[in-house]
């Protein structure tokens, strides 16, 4: 069974500073992965996701993730915090084709100092 | 820009008590999502409907919840009788899980907060 695994379940950074989060998942097969952001009280929303060919995935807001097979990593990374980052981020996997279940990580929470 | 709609937003009921929520997805998609998510913890999915078929309700408590989607489109969940423990986030989602040119991505709605006293 596909799993996810987010090492740091909180991560303080100063504003401007650059912040790292990580993100492992177990798989055998040909997966999809994604980063999804939630803000208090709102729904998640999709910041990035990895299907095939570049191992470097650009997203919304200045995000960005790579993807290492090797490693099975998918570690999301930012430059420059703004204050606005402050929000809990959420890994995801799930197989490719059919209707294969989404399975979430427990969450990072980023919290930007200013 | 289409959303998934959900209601209500946010419920207080007291254990023992029942309590539904609803969800409408984006149009044209065939597959919904019901998570569940307990404060500080990441979302946990209860059931996935392909249309109006279940897909996955491995981790539905059946003897307390049940979800339906009757013609395919909107959907509800239900919890008869609510016990303190289900305090959590309810999430719907939608998704083209099953049909050409799918990524996997999920659209989320804004949730329903239940809080049991």
């Known amino acids: 069974a596909q799993s996810v695994t987010q090492l740091d379940s909180q991560v303080p950074v100063f504003e401007e500073a650059p912040v790292e989060l990580r993100c492992n998942y177990s798989s055998s097969v040909s997966v999809y992965l994604f980063w999804y952001v939630q803000y208090p009280n709102q729904g998640l929303q999709l910041l990035l996701k990895?299907?095939?060919?570049?191992?470097l995935v650009k997203g919304i807001n200045g995000f960005e993730a790579e993807f290492n097979k090797s490693q099975t990593s998918f570690h999301l990374r930012k430059p420059s915090v703004h204050i606005s980052d402050t929000a809990e981020y959420f890994c995801?996997?799930?197989?490719?084709?059919?209707?294969?279940?989404?399975?979430f990580g427990t969450g990072t929470k980023l919290q930007v100092i200013p | 820009e289409a959303e998934v709609a959900q209601s209500p937003r946010y419920k207080i009921t007291e254990k023992s008590q029942a309590v539904a929520f609803w969800c409408d997805p984006i149009?044209?998609?065939?597959?919904l999502y019901w998570y569940r998510q307990i404060l500080g913890q990441g979302p946990e999915l209860l059931v996935q409907f392909q249309d109006e078929s279940v897909v996955d309700d491995s981790q539905l408590p059946k003897d307390r919840f049940s979800a339906e989607r009757l013609k395919g489109v909107d959907s509800t969940l239900k919890i008869q009788p609510a016990e303190l423990g289900d305090s959590a986030m309810y999430l719907c989602?939608?998704?083209?899980?099953?049909?050409?040119?799918?990524?996997?991505?999920?659209?989320f709605g804004e949730g329903s907060r239940l809080t049991v006293l």
């Open positions: 990895y299907l095939s060919g570049s191992t």
């Open positions: 149009s044209g998609h065939a597959t």
């Open positions: 989602a939608s998704s083209t899980r099953g049909l050409a040119g799918d990524t996997g991505e999920l659209f």
């Open positions: 995801a996997v799930t197989y490719s084709g059919g209707y294969q279940k989404v399975t």
